[in-house]
Nanobody, 127 residues
Framework: QVQLVESGGGLVQAGGSLRLSCAAS????????MGWFRRAPGKEREFVAA????????YYQDSVKGRFTMSRENATSTVYLQMNALKPEDTAIYYC????????????????????WGQGTQVTVSS
């Protein structure tokens, strides 16, 4: 059974930082491209960042470029999202997800490209 478990969310002031983690089990983690998505209150879930299985490629939503960094550690089956210079508009539930296509060097932003999802972790940024 595949499980993706996010952690690291919390309450932070604007300008602060958080590091989200997503621990995976039940899948050959090192072969899957991974993504982070978020759902803000009253909005649709949206793409945040993605990383290829080999870490060669990353892709970010324009609004987080230069502030967020996604990385992965295949040895521990964990993917990270380092979030700096946080803004109130970053407030959301953050989800990690595993892409359907193993070994793909292409990182994708569409939700339908992802097969497995975590339950999410809440990030709240106060002004």
């Amino acid at each position: 059974q595949v499980q993706l478990v996010e952690s690291g969310g919390g309450l932070v002031q604007a300008g602060g930082s958080l590091r989200l983690s997503c621990a995976a089990s039940g899948l050959t983690f090192g072969t899957y491209p991974m993504g982070w998505f978020r759902r803000a209150p009253g909005k649709e879930r949206e793409f945040v960042a993605a990383i290829s299985w080999s870490s060669d490629s990353t892709y970010y939503q324009d609004s987080v470029k230069g502030r967020f960094t996604m990385s992965r550690e295949n040895a521990t089956s964990t993917v990270y999202l380092q979030m700096n210079a946080l803004k109130p508009e970053d407030t959301a539930i953050y989800y990690c997800a595993a892409d359907r296509r193993r070994y793909s060097g292409i990182v994708r932003a569409r939700e339908s490209a992802y097969e497995f999802w975590g339950q999410g972790t809440q990030v709240t940024v106060s002004s």
